[in-house]
């Protein structure tokens, strides 16, 4: 266990550095740089502005100087804004953490319960109907799911209150954004589970006179769980990302609303900071679930 | 030995005593026409029959055809273009702004009045007086394409890479896996928007001019990306099917009559594996459908006037209120495509997946 | 009268596919006495495994009885509620299972395993079931016992868990316990140990046994009385000693020539030949008649019916009619 937990710490140490270099190559490859492209002021000036970002010294060296301050928890400063990223990402990522953590627990505890039922009525009408309603919810963009949703409960039906900063009403925004990844929670959990039903220990469990409930949620279950862990890191990842979308349609003040504004803005500084920020998010989210992974199947912890 | 007589079936004795003929031994032949041997049936054809019984997978297969033959033909006679302004009597159309489905503007109606014959605007006209439905289908062929392309690029990479380490192993192996598994924990879509925003900048000048900027550079920058992210998903696959499928005695026994590694790889390693290739290729075409609409979304997507199914659905999201069709025909073709991909890989995957088989 | 313990009565089982039904248990009968050994052999297919789960009431879908009785005590399980059902496994009739590999929870302690059981049939509390579970390991010769409550399957070898597994079949004083090849999955060696350990467990704690498996060698010595299955009929049934040596049924004879023996001296083994019927599409007559060396024409159009061999011996094959009828018309022609 200890083996594989430092094995994986340092593919994931790895993968920030890979993420954080290709970040920043791939951006200083972009021709031009920031202070050429508007109109170019005094040629002493630039000079000035260029020292003062050391953008007159090597690629590699600015890399160096630019982990350093990543070291130090300074991002940069915004080109649009001028404000400083780190303190843009601590305050916008509050609102994107609430967001992102309340659709995650729904979506776990949907997902569960819903792929649970499937898999007992397999083949008969709420199996069917489940799987219908997570074929067709993975088959819609996420964006078009959220401005219909938008559209027709919180405009036209007025069922829910828009998302203002005066009212912030979760609803809408956690119900789209959970959409997906709850259905693919749930389909992973309707195969493992039918998986596990047909295993020897369940007809064991059945024959030593377990109750059927007792057979599902003590014997079942958890043995159905551990091939989902392994989709929680992803799926915090899409949820993430999907939060872009998300918080961009309902106009929620988050990291997602940020970087969007930012790739339209070709805000450099802040793309490069938020990529970053949020693949070591991602990356921590994953190396946990993994973890978590080998804690809860004792079969593996020894291989 | 004694054997009680009076235990023997009545009708039995009877019907022994009355037909002898019945315990004459009996020929090959009538044993063999008693025996109804089960039907014999070949792996590909049996996954046909299962996969001809699922309702859903035949649906979206017809589904599937009947879009892919209407935004083939269609185009060919359609009257209106998707990057042109409607004209009237070969002037351009000012008023034919933003009309709902099966209407007409007013230049046209009074071209009407006049005994002209005008095709009708099936899905109304964008904010450009551009007909929406050709937009739409062109849009949909844009998508189509994007996934179809896509996968091929992930198929290929993914393929090639995959058999390669999956078949010579060992340290060869270890290092091309080591490279997939670092790939792999790159959070894609990041990586993706990071890479389409520096492609598409890049690219931007590189391509003026020549026949690739016609597709435009965001177009290019995601098979880009998708050629240098995706395949690794697709590599991993392919090599866990080698790996299991190489251990098979028949494989053994083919390199014990001599055959060169090519010819056990095409013969015996990859025909096997083509089943979970397959489905695998028919659930990748949707993701790469939905990373371009996310693209799209973000404004990353395939550049103006073309359009893609996800771009058209972004520019509706402002006029959502007063013209909703505008927003409703991309979206429903697009859930239509990407469900019928996944219905239908779902289909081949419980047909063919020989782990689901029982 | 003395009624038996358990009385299978027409059993009838069969499963719903795509392709039709399987139908794998056709109409079996046979009763099993208090403390008794009961062997049923034949190959994969014949039925024996589902008539095992027939009588615990586990089959799985789309598995279902369809006609016939399973008397316990006079009392038919098969009307059981569910609840009553639950009562009725585990605590009067055990089973367990061919591959103790994957017969345990991975996830639970042999420990939690056992208590469960024992907790479920009986109102010890938490302690006192720990201590039922040590006491139970001890009896199926499981060393270190204390250790073992704590350790999860996977660190444990198969003997070790096929033992496991008869002592939480056994934890709760069964009345009859089905063994469904218990010793298939095992080494040879370990093979002799678990079935030693089952003859002495049954001498002491005096339950009957089912006994199902394809191995002729493992139940010969330990069986009152064998029943031999084709196609979800029986047979052939008799005392172990007829069934040796004295088999009426071409089935047996063809299974007896398949096995190796150290009392007579075959040349070689002689195998059956072809495969097992298809049993979505049972052919008229004796299911076997195809692959019999002596098939009559009879034996292709009507089922043979169970002919008293002897007290204790039984068959289904025209082969035994025609000896019969020859004998008397012999007999009158004297």
Redesign the interface.
């Known amino acids: 266990m200890l083996k594989y937990t430092i094995k994986r710490v340092l593919?994931?140490i790895?993968?920030v550095f890979?993420?954080s270099a290709?970040?920043f190559f791939?951006?200083n490859?972009?021709?031009g740089g920031p202070f050429s492209k508007e109109k170019a002021p005094d040629p002493a000036v630039q000079a000035a502005l260029e020292a003062r970002f050391n953008l007159d010294k090597p690629v590699g060296q600015q890399y160096l100087i630019y982990l350093k301050n990543l070291a130090h928890g300074d991002f940069g400063i915004s080109l649009k804004t001028g404000r400083d990223i780190s303190q843009i990402i601590r305050e916008k990522f509050s609102v994107s953490a609430k967001l992102g953590g309340m659709a995650a627990a729904c979506a776990i505890v949907l997902g569960l319960v819903l792929g649970s039922t499937a898999a007992l009525c397999?083949n008969r009408w709420p199996d069917r109907l489940i799987i219908f309603l997570t074929?067709?919810f993975?088959?819609?963009?996420?964006?078009?799911l959220a401005?219909?949703l938008l559209?027709v409960f919180a405009?036209q039906l007025k069922w829910v209150g828009v998302f203002s900063t005066e009212n912030p009403n979760y609803v809408l925004p956690v119900i789209s954004l959970m959409l997906y990844p709850m259905s693919y929670i749930t389909r992973l959990t309707k195969s493992s589970m039918l998986d596990v039903l047909?295993?020897?220990?369940i007809?064991?469990?059945?024959?030593?006179?377990?109750?059927?409930g007792f057979v599902i949620f003590?014997?079942a279950l958890?043995?159905a769980l551990i091939p989902v862990v392994t989709y929680v890191g992803p799926m915090i990842?899409?949820i993430l990302?999907g939060s872009?979308?998300i918080e961009?349609?309902f106009t929620i003040g988050g990291l997602g609303t940020e970087?969007?504004r930012s790739?339209?803005n070709?805000d450099y500084p802040m793309?490069m900071a938020t990529?970053i920020f949020?693949?070591v998010l991602?990356?921590i989210a994953?190396l946990i679930s993994d973890l978590v992974y080998k804690l809860?199947?004792?079969?593996i912890t020894?291989d | 030995m004694n054997y009680n007589t009076d235990k023997l079936p009545r009708k039995q004795l009877l019907s022994l005593q009355l037909d002898l003929s019945k315990f004459e031994m009996a020929s090959e032949d009538e044993k063999a026409q008693h025996e109804t041997m089960r039907e014999s049936t070949t792996f590909f054809r049996d996954g046909m029959r299962k996969l001809r019984k699922n309702p859903l997978a035949m649906m979206s297969l017809i589904v599937l055809f009947c879009l892919v033959l209407t935004i083939v033909v269609v185009p060919m006679f359609y009257p209106y273009s998707y990057e042109q302004m409607i004209t009237v009597n070969g002037k351009r159309d000012k008023t034919a702004k933003n009309l709902a489905p099966m209407t007409y503007s007013k230049n046209e109606m009074k071209a009407i009045e006049e005994g002209q014959k005008i095709f009708p605007h099936l899905f109304g006209t964008d904010e450009l007086c551009r007909d929406y439905f050709i937009r739409v289908l062109y849009g949909a062929r844009v998508s189509l394409a994007v996934g179809l392309f896509a996968s091929l690029i992930v198929l290929v990479i993914g393929l090639l890479y995959g058999s390669i380490s999956g078949y010579f192993g060992g340290k060869v192996d270890m290092v091309m896996m080591r490279i997939v598994d670092i790939i792999y924990s790159l959070p894609d879509t990041l990586m993706v928007v990071l890479l389409s925003v520096v492609l598409n900048q890049i690219l931007g000048s590189a391509l003026q001019g020549t026949i690739l900027a016609r597709v435009g550079n965001n177009m290019i920058s995601l098979f880009i990306v998708f050629g240098v992210l995706y395949w690794v998903g697709m590599a991993r696959l392919v090599r866990g099917q080698i790996l299991s499928i190489k251990t098979n005695e028949y494989v053994l026994a083919a390199r014990a009559l001599g055959a060169k590694s090519g010819r056990i790889i095409r013969r015996h390693i990859l025909p096997n594996c083509m089943s979970v290739i397959f489905i695998s290729v028919a659930l990748q075409i949707p993701s790469a459908i939905f990373t371009e609409s996310f693209l799209s979304f973000i404004g990353l997507g395939v550049q103006a006037p073309m359009p893609s199914l996800g771009s058209l659905a972004n520019a509706a999201r402002g006029g959502m209120q007063s013209y909703p069709y505008k927003m409703v025909f991309p979206a429903i073709i697009i859930c239509l495509i990407v469900l019928s991909f996944n219905l239908l890989g779902d289909g081949l995957r419980d047909a063919f997946d020989p782990k689901l088989r029982r | 009268m003395n009624e038996p313990l358990l009385q299978v009565k027409n059993l009838c089982t069969s499963f719903k596919v795509d392709s039709g039904e399987v139908r794998a248990v056709n109409g079996i009968s046979f009763n099993l006495d208090k403390g008794r050994v009961l062997g049923i052999v034949g190959e994969s297919g014949s039925g024996k495994s589902v008539t095992a789960y027939s009588i615990m009431r586990i089959l799985v879908e789309p598995g279902r009885i369809t006609g016939g009785q399973i008397l316990f005590n006079g009392e038919d399980i098969v009307q059981y509620s569910k609840k009553q059902m639950r009562e009725f496994r585990g605590k009067r009739v055990s089973i367990i299972f061919q591959d103790p590999m994957t017969s345990l929870n991975p996830v639970y302690t042999i420990g939690n395993q056992l208590r469960e059981a024992i907790m479920l049939h009986t109102d010890r509390n938490r302690a006192q079931a720990d201590e039922r579970a040590l006491e139970m390991l001890k009896l199926v010769g499981v060393n270190s016992p204390e250790q073992r409550l704590k350790q999860y399957p996977f660190e444990l070898s198969g003997g070790m868990r096929q033992r496991i597994m008869i002592a939480m079949a056994l934890c709760c004083e069964p009345d009859i316990l089905i063994a469904d090849e218990p010793t298939t999955a095992l080494d040879v060696t370990i093979q002799a140990q678990i079935l030693e350990l089952m003859q002495e467990l049954q001498k002491k704690l005096g339950m009957a046994i089912i006994m199902i498996t394809h191995d002729l060698g493992v139940i010969a010595d330990m069986c009152d009385e064998i029943i031999v299955m084709y196609a979800g009929r029986i047979c052939e049934r008799g005392t172990a000693d007829e069934i040796f040596y004295n088999p009426r049924h071409e089935y047996t004879k063809g299974l007896l020539r398949s096995i190796p023996r150290l009392d007579t001296n075959h040349a070689r083994l002689i195998p059956i030949s072809g495969s097992p019927v298809d049993l979505t599409n049972m052919p008229k007559g004796c299911a076997f008649a195809s692959r019999c060396d002596n098939c009559m024409k009879i034996c292709l159009s009507e089922l043979p019916e169970e002919l008293d061999i002897n007290d204790c011996h039984k068959a289904s094959c025209w082969m035994n009619v025609k000896q019969v009828y020859e004998e008397a018309k012999g007999g009158i022609a004297k």
């Not at chain 1, 007809?203 to 059927?212: F, H």
């Open positions: 593919l994931a790895v993968t890979i993420i290709v970040t791939a951006m490859a972009i021709p397999r074929t067709l993975v088959s819609v963009p996420s964006f078009i401005t219909i559209l405009l047909g295993q020897d220990y007809r064991t469990a059945r024959a030593k006179g377990v109750r059927e003590k014997h958890r043995n990842a899409g990302t872009m979308v961009t349609v970087f969007v790739i339209n070709q793309i990529t949020l693949a991602m990356v994953t809860i199947d004792p079969k020894f």
